[in-house]
């Protein structure tokens, strides 16, 4: 729970955000001891933008001042021929808040943090709601405890019990509550001319007359379950509010009070004891990975960054799907863990690459984002989905790991890297690049229109662009130049790898080459095939993690080939190989390289080709060595490696200070990015749907007089299940015992209650 200045009241929802409210505490002489129990927690749990006015009702600002503490955030105003303090709160505001809501606020009541946005939040929950109060145990119809003292109260411990198990709903009060009151602004203008004709009232009397006559005029006041405040003056609070608690309808609502199960449900739990909370929970906002599911450095970020993100929830919608229809089946994971989707879609038109729209597919979107209560978008991969998900109008973030959807190659390599790509060229693609291995079932004028209108979606406000090296912003920005107006924000991605760095290897005669990772055709194979035959006779040659596509260098004498490797296994095994040098052949501008950071960390130096990433992170003859894409050139360089390899010695003394960051600091760039209030009406009221944020608590026994006695049982067995399993009072063989009879004796009143059922 923020405090302080933590929540901008800007930045609440959609409709709140629109909304400004003034904090207004009236102050009469004999509540002036009364502020130092309220005026600390109002300036820390207040919102940031929301004034602070502290009115003097029948006094003088003198006193006042010398009774409040020094802060930029408060002012202070003199009320004038009022003796009431809601009356002069409600009459005498200055006219520069006149569009303010009123939060009306008494000396003595004690606030906790964001209470001042959770009133808001709950007046925008119905149009027609006039005001809005917190309970508070100084009037009956919105108790919360037994009358105690304030001092046997802990505020923070209550409202964390409320915001874990409270149902956040409003109920109907009839009258409004002295102590604390949002009251909006539409609203009192209406009641503007019978406020000015009304004769001075009591405070008491403004909070029934209010009420009765929002009521005429076809607005509602509720209480909020979900937000406590104490009072410090509760005799005081009582006194106002007398005349109100004679009133019919509050002696209705006593008889079926609307908050008798959660009355009930958290007195239980303070019953229990505990410490107090040093955190209020709160709902973390959701955002959502879009993904393909092959594998690689895609998925190994993805899985990256919602293990390393402790402030959000994140869920994943992968494609899965077959060769030549990527997007048969739409799966919806928690964060990182792939074993059980939480919700899974088969597409009854599959996706063959990206669809241009794709109306099962924006179904899906909308469901997705109104039962897990999405606020932001990351996508990471387009393959197997469809463009809508850069229409839904959130916060959208397009992470360019690679250059599709604009490259039906992925990797803009046809011959050479791509500086351009016409409708011309994209169908020769299409025709004969045979990097293009994945999409062959499109054509050149299908392609045009998904980039068309991929375009038209990413040029949007609320769609971002992140790239982890600046290459890949050059790159994006020369092939598509609608997008040179696009801001690209440069995020290099995390890494939380620490292996032990490995000493320079012994003294041998041949150099020692590792090729770490996958050999497919754009990283390098048929310049490996090249390179090779001009350095055999003066290196060996590891070929570590290449899967399938190193078995063409099988039996070839100087290579030894490890086909895969654990990553955990990574430090150890290139301790046993020890290598001299790394060396990366990518022929395509790749946009990262975890293979790269993890070679700096284990103490290797590197070789790689002069493109993308490596041209951005690797400095030359300092952090590595960058050579052309040649086969002499990458020759050249290893064999003056061979020869003298004191060459290697500022590599190593630069690598003993490299520092990666952290895959927490990577997820604080992408939070700042796409930042995500506190508050947000959707997922404040919204139940967790991901994940509770606290255990389930033992519930309130609940009867409606509409259940059927079946349902009465049930509720009964449920109640007194749990009473029994959590009753500290109670020994385990007593609880066993009890629970055994308890059993048998709900069996007995459903055989009872069946046999005395009517067939209809």
Known sequence: ???????????????????????????????LDLLTATLPSVLRNTSAETPILLLAVGGDLTALRGASPESARIEMAQAKDSDDPWQAALRELPSVYARHDLLLLRPGVEVPPGWDIRLALA???????AATVPLCDSASFIALLEPKKPSQINLARIDHLLLAHSPRREHEIPALFSGCCYLRRAALRVLEPDMAAQPPLSTGEWCRWLAQAFRERGWGAVGCDHLYVLDHAPDRRRREMSAIEALADVRLIERAHPLLGLRLAVRDLLDQGGSAPTETPVRPPVQMHVAHS??????????????????????????IGTWGAFGQRIALYRSA???????????????????TAHLQYQMILREIVAEFHVEAILISSLVGHSLDALATGLPTVIVAHDYYPFCPAVVIYFGGVCDRCEQERLQECFDRNEQNRFFRNANG??????????????????????????????HW?????ELRDKPFAVIPHGLDFAPPRLPAPPARQKLRVVVLGSLAPQKGRALLEQVWPLIAEHTELYLMGCDEDGEIFRDRPGITIIPRFRHDELANQMAAIGPDVGLLLSVWPETFSYTLSELWLLGIPVVAIDLGSFADRIQ?????????PRPEAVADRLLAIAIDRVCLTPLRDWMAHFHHRSVAEMIADYHALIPLPAFSAARYFAPAAI?????????????????SFSQVLLEFGEYAGQKLATTPRLRPWQKRGLTALLRLSLRGAFRLAQSRVRPE
């Open 445 to 474: 004028a299908e392609w045009l229109s998904l980039r068309r209108r991929f375009v038209r979606l990413a040029r949007a406000e609320s769609v971002r662009f992140v790239v982890p090296s600046p290459a890949v912003a050059h």
């Open 294 to 319: 092959w594998g690689g450095g895609l998925d190994y970020w993805i899985r990256q960054y919602c293990e390393g993100d402790r402030a959000r929830d994140n869920l994943v919608l992968r494609s």
């Open 691 to 707: 994940s509770p944020a606290v255990p389930a608590m033992p519930r309130a026994l609940h009867v409606d007089a509409r259940m």
């Open 477 to 481: 920005q020369t092939l598509v130049p």
């Open 123 to 129: 007046m925008d929950r119905q149009p027609a709601v």
């Open 337 to 355: 863990n792939m074993d059980q989707p939480l919700r899974y879609w088969d597409l009854g038109f599959p996706i063959r690459a990206t669809a």
């Open 1 to 31: 729970m923020p405090s302080d200045s933590a929540v901008p009241a800007a930045k609440i929802g959609s409709r709140t955000t629109r909304r400004r409210w003034i904090v207004c505490i009236p102050v009469t002489t004999d509540e």
């Open 620 to 628: 030359d003859g300092v952090s590595g060595f960058l050579c052309s």
